[in-house]
């Protein structure tokens, strides 16, 4: 997606660590003209799709999550990082090593929002190790609901999430992949 890249290239900031840092227009202040152009390129991507409902995972993902499911015209429903676990059998849970953070997060999300029937797509920010979207896809699987796809902003492509998310069958569609970031330089498939 040009529009994307275009900003990335202008905004977006290398920091030490392999972390790219948008958060002038994605994931701290939000740009929503930019926004409303990603969730229509993600309806554009999985429109051969039947998605009855759009999952994410706090906090970034969130955000873009909202907008894109105006455009599916379904609900939205965003998977919690509990800091301790009260389980009652009501929630789905998993587990999700943060990659900005060094953390391991028990992730929960009510068993009610997520029904075998539903055909799920999955939306986030960004794809690094892949940590986040395997716990996603686990909760999906444990609803016994259909993965549809997962739709990424921006997939860090020198990082091997895409490649393990593709090795299972699932359909991921990243909005643009970058094959490298220095301080000076980056560069996309
Ligand atoms: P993963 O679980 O794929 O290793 O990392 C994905 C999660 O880590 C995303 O939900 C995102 O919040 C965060 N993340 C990973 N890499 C970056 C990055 O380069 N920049 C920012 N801002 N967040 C990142």
Redesign the pocket.
């Known amino acids: 997606m040009q529009l994307l890249k275009d900003r990335i290239l202008k905004d977006g900031v290398v920091k030490p660590g ?6 002038s227009f994605l ?1 701290h202040q939000m740009d929503i003209l930019l926004m409303n152009e990603i969730g229509k390129e993600f309806k554009a991507r999985f429109s051969d799709c039947p998605i009855t409902k759009i999952l994410t ?1 706090e906090a ?2 969130i955000g873009i999550a909202a907008i894109t499911a105006q455009y599916f015209d379904v609900n939205m429903v965003f998977a919690k990082k509990a800091q301790s676990l009260n389980l009652d059998g009501e929630m789905l849970v998993t587990k ?5 953070h060094k953390k391991v997060y028990d992730v929960i999300l009510a068993k009610k929002f997520l029904s075998p029937e539903d055909h799920v797509l999955i939306i ?10 395997l716990g996603l896809i686990d909760l999906v699987q444990n609803a016994g609901a259909t993965i549809e796809g997962a739709g990424i902003v921006i997939e ?1 492509g020198f ?1 091997d ?1 895409g490649r393990k998310i593709r090795d299972m069958g699932i359909r991921l569609e990243s909005l643009a992949i970058i094959d490298s970031m220095t301080d000076d330089s980056l560069t996309f498939r």
Do not use: H, M, P, Y
Not at 18 to 23: M, W
Not at 96 to 100: L, P, Q
Not at 124 to 133: E, T
């Open positions: 392999n972390i790219l840092k948008v958060d994931n995972i970034s993902g999700v090593e943060s990659f900005t986030d920010d960004f794809l690094a190790n892949g940590c986040a979207l860090k990082q999430g």
